[in-house]
């Protein structure tokens, strides 16, 4: 047990090295680029610092429904904003020869008012740290500030923050120190809020505060916009977005992950304690549910009920010869054993305890079939959860160092490409999380169903418009036979999870030129309506490759997935998911399937909202 923390603290330490090595080359080597031209260096800084950006952004967004205070969610609104404020200041920079109109000062009024934005949002978001904020009133609000700070700026309202052949104005320096002023009150603040944060992201904000603080002090001394301390601002400042990028996915991430892998752990633990509890038992009472057996050399002398169905015998009859071998070894030795033996589909360990004084063995059983399968899914678990992490993972790390290592080479249309392949590939993981976390609240107990009238085709053809795009790629077809007005009571954010898991299911697992029939029928009274009560039943049927028929039973299950379709993206959550949210409305679903000929998934939900 001690060798594998040591183990795995070395494989954390090891991590964390290889990620500082590759960042603090990324770092150098933006700073060598500095050498060749300053203008790329430049240009890789800050599109550097807005990619990170655009990431603390996305992360924070999507990260929404796990973040328990609105720090985050202040951080990584005003993230984006300043993100597309640094754009512009790289594009206006002197060299660019885009704003042809404009001076040096330009970018320099567009730096500072990114900074006021970087330092004005960490103040406000500790100070309305414990309060609720409607965040689509927040990103409107920043989104006015920024058409009214970029109407002033470029109509020339805005105060002169550099004059060419002079440097930085008086404005431009005393509003560095006031930007860093406000800096050190927000540590001030983070300080007493320090408990409301785990320590390895204080440690994170902290640098990022600093950082931030350094950079902006570099700033106070340049003349012209290719000094040496503007070069070191800009590094500073990238260290600075970078450590805010490592809080937030700590928060937004890493936690939920750490949560989820601890329940697991746990319960993992405790399937360990509860059998380690029956191992040291030295008898079990006759009415044990295990196999409880006393034997001699070649008969039963007793034998529980339990052992009577296990091996299908009785008191007075041969030993099984099953047991035989190892309570002939038993003898021989004069050794108690250990050992496990499959009977039928279960898997037991057997405890032989010899008493050589009295010529007896007792044979103590336990049932550890659903420890093995917990761990074989825990395994499945981790090796699914690692594949899937790893894909997105690897783009988002290749196109970033490509975009930093050939900056100068990619064109508008390749960089905007790359951008969005590293946008999908963090919805991906948005996804996975989101499918984790579902499955842990429901565990929890933590769903409630937020019950009203809803009607089922305006959802389903909500879901249908949004998934067109992916299923004319297929050129697939869907049939709706579904009464426009049919209504029933239920969650409508539930209702559009179930159906989109279904149809998802079917565009994913089918050929192209595929159809999809989706079809209800109303007051249906069949068995899958259990309680007899008002109900509609719906058919999801396609012709894709079908589910074979030793896998069917598997299919609701956590984490399952066929080996026939390893080669298609997923987690093995989303049936799962769904069966869990259909039972909590009351309702029930069933699968019919042949192999490569198609799947039809029946789903039961009542009509009403009283329903046990």
């Not at 597309?84 to 704003?99: E, K, P, Q, R, S």
């Not at 120190?177 to 944060?197: A, G, H």
């Amino acid at each position: 047990m001690v060798g594998k923390e040591i183990k795995s603290s070395l494989l954390s330490l090891t991590s964390i090295i290889i990620e500082y090595l590759i960042f603090s080359s990324l770092l150098f080597l933006i700073y060598l680029s500095s050498f060749y031209n300053y203008l790329l260096f430049h240009t890789v800084a800050e599109l550097s610092a807005i990619i990170i950006s655009i990431g603390i952004f996305i992360i924070g967004w999507n990260s929404k429904a796990y973040l328990k205070t609105s720090f985050f969610l202040i951080i990584g609104v005003s993230f984006l904003f300043i993100g597309i404020i640094d754009l512009v200041h790289t594009l206006a920079y002197a060299g660019m020869n885009i704003f042809i109109d404009f001076t040096s000062n330009l970018p320099t009024s567009l730096w500072i008012v990114a900074r006021y934005w970087q330092a004005l949002s960490l103040l406000l978001a500790l100070i309305l740290f414990n309060k609720k904020i409607n965040l689509y009133y927040l990103v409107f609000l920043n989104f006015i500030f920024l058409i009214i700070l970029m109407e002033a700026i470029f109509s020339g309202i805005f105060p002169l923050c550099y004059i060419e052949g002079v440097g930085l104005t008086p404005f431009k320096i005393i509003n560095e120190y006031i930007i860093d002023i406000i800096f050190i009150i927000s540590l001030i603040w983070f300080y007493i809020l320090r408990k409301e944060f785990d320590k390895k992201i204080r440690v994170y904000i902290i640098i990022s505060t600093i950082s931030t603080i350094l950079s902006e002090i570099a700033f106070t001394f340049y003349i012209g916009v290719y000094d040496f301390s503007n070069l070191v601002g800009h590094l500073l400042k990238i260290v600075a977005f970078y450590y805010m990028y490592k809080a937030i996915i700590k928060t937004g991430i890493k936690e939920p992950y750490d949560l989820l892998f601890r329940k697991l752990k746990l319960s993992e633990e405790e399937l360990k304690i509860r059998a380690e509890r029956l191992e040291d038992m030295a008898s079990f009472p006759l009415e044990n549910p295990n196999p409880v057996l006393r034997v001699n050399e070649a008969l039963i002398m007793s034998a529980n009920k339990a052992s009577q169905e296990v091996f299908n015998t009785e008191e007075g009859n041969l030993i099984p010869k099953t047991l035989q071998h190892y309570i002939d070894e038993c003898f021989s030795t004069s050794k108690n054993m250990e050992t496990e033996i499959k009977i039928g589909d279960a898997v037991y360990t057997f405890f032989f305890m010899i008493n050589e004084e009295k010529g007896y063995v007792n044979i103590y059983g336990l049932n550890i079939t659903e420890r093995i399968k917990a761990k074989q899914r825990l395994e499945r678990f981790v090796a699914t959860v690692s594949h899937e992490l790893r894909n997105p993972i690897s783009v988002l790390v290749t196109s970033t160092e490509f975009l930093n290592s050939h900056s100068d080479e990619l064109t508008e249309e390749i960089i905007q490409k790359l951008k969005e392949g590293m946008t999908k590939n963090i919805y991906l993981l948005k996804d996975l999380v989101d499918d984790i976390l579902m499955l842990s609240r429901i565990d929890e107990r933590k769903i409630t169903l937020d019950l009203s009238e809803v009607k089922p085709f305006e959802i389903i053809q909500e879901i249908l418009i949004l998934m067109e795009p992916i299923g004319n790629r297929k050129n697939m077809t869907f049939k709706v036979n579904i009464d426009p007005n049919l209504t029933i009571y239920g969650d409508s954010k539930r209702l559009d999870q179930i159906f989109r898991i279904f149809i998802d299911n079917a565009i994913k697992y089918s050929a192209k030129g595929s159809m999809v029939m989706i079809e209800s029928v109303d007051l249906y009274h069949g068995q899958l309506n259990k309680q007899n009560i008002d109900g509609v039943l719906f058919f999801i049927e396609d012709t894709g490759i079908g589910i074979a028929k030793d896998e069917i039973p598997n299919l609701f299950k956590r984490f399952f997935r066929s080996d026939k379709v390893s080669d298609i993206p997923g987690t093995g959550l989303g049936l799962s998911i769904a069966k869990e949210l259909i039972e909590l409305h009351g309702g029930s679903v069933e699968v019919e399937s042949e192999f490569m000929k198609g799947t039809k998934f029946s789903i039961f939900l009542p009509k009403k909202k009283d329903y046990k």
